[in-house]
C-alpha cells in the first residue's frame, strides 16, 4: 500500500495534493488543524506551530503507516505574516519556525525510519525559497532555511533508495493568497504580472509536479521553480 503523509492539507494547495494522490490509489493521512474536507483522508488534528498538540499523534501516524510498502512524506503547511527584519518580535519568528521547521523535522524523525525504498521527501518552498522581497521577513527566513533542509536530506539518505526535493510555487490561488487580494484588481493584477503568463497559479498544477516529484527519484537534490516563468524585476 502506498500512503502518502501531508500537513496542511485542509485547504489550498495541500488539499489538491491529497485530492491528486487519492486519484492514484494511494491511502492518505493528514495532520492539520483542520480536517481534509475530502472524506477519504484521514485527518489527524493537531496545531503544528505547538510541540504538546503534536507530540500525542506519533504512535497515531505510525500505526497507519505500518503496511504501507511506499511512504511519501510532503511538508506543506506554511504561514506567512506581512513583518520586517527591523520589527520582527522573537514569539512570531519563533511560531513560524516550529511550524516550518521543527514540526518537519519532528515528522521526519518519526516517518523516515519507516520509509523503504521507493519512497520520498518532498518540501513545500516558495519563490522566496531562494529570493527575498521586503515586508515577509520570517517567511523568507523559514523557506530559506526549508532548502537547507532538503539539501542535508539528501546527503543523509543516500544508498537507502529515498529521494527528496523541493518544489517552489508561485503565487497560488489559494484561500491566503485571496485574502491578501480580497477585492482589490489592482493588487490581482501586480500578483498575475509578476509570471510570464499573467495569471494565478492553479493548487492541482502544484500537485500535479508533486506527484511526479514523489514517482522521479532522478530529482533528487532539485529545488524545482513551479512559477510560470518569474519577471525579474
Not at 142 to 158: E, W
Not at 171 to 197: H, K, P, S, W
Not at 199 to 219: D, H, T, Y
Request: proline letters at 6%.
Amino acid at each position: 500500500m502506498k500512503h502518502l503523509v501531508i500537513t496542511g492539507a485542509s485547504s489550498g494547495i495541500g488539499l489538491a495534493i491529497a485530492s491528486r494522490f487519492l486519484r492514484d490509489g494511494w491511502a492518505v493521512t493528514n495532520l492539520s488543524r483542520r480536517p481534509c474536507p475530502r472524506p477519504e483522508v484521514d485527518s489527524l488534528h493537531c496545531d503544528l506551530t505547538d510541540p504538546a498538540a503534536l507530540a500525542p499523534q506519533r504512535l497515531a501516524l505510525e500505526s497507519r503507516l505500518a503496511k504501507a510498502t511506499r511512504i511519501c512524506l510532503v511538508h506543506n503547511a506554511a504561514i506567512l505574516h506581512p513583518d520586517r527584519i527591523d520589527a520582527l518580535p522573537d514569539e512570531q519568528l519563533r511560531r513560524v519556525l516550529e511550524l516550518s521547521l521543527l514540526t518537519p523535522n519532528t515528522l521526519n524523525q518519526w516517518v523516515l525510519p519507516l520509509m523503504g525504498p521507493g519512497s520520498s521527501l518532498i518540501y513545500i518552498g516558495s519563490t522566496l525559497s531562494e529570493k527575498a522581497v521586503p515586508g515577509a521577513a520570517s517567511y523568507v527566513i523559514a523557506k530559506h532555511a526549508l532548502v537547507g533542509m532538503m539539501r542535508a536530506s539528501v546527503q543523509d539518505l543516500a544508498g537507502r533508495g529515498v529521494h527528496s526535493c523541493m518544489l517552489c510555487p508561485g503565487f497560488t490561488d489559494t484561500e491566503q493568497v485571496r485574502q491578501l487580494i480580497g477585492e482589490d484588481a489592482d493588487t490581482l493584477a501586480a500578483i498575475t504580472a509578476l509570471n510570464a503568463f499573467n495569471r494565478l497559479i492553479e493548487p492541482a498544477e502544484i500537485a500535479e509536479a508533486v506527484a511526479f516529484a514523489a514517482e522521479s527519484p532522478i530529482l533528487n537534490g532539485a529545488v524545482i521553480h513551479a512559477n510560470l516563468g518569474q519577471r525579474e524585476r
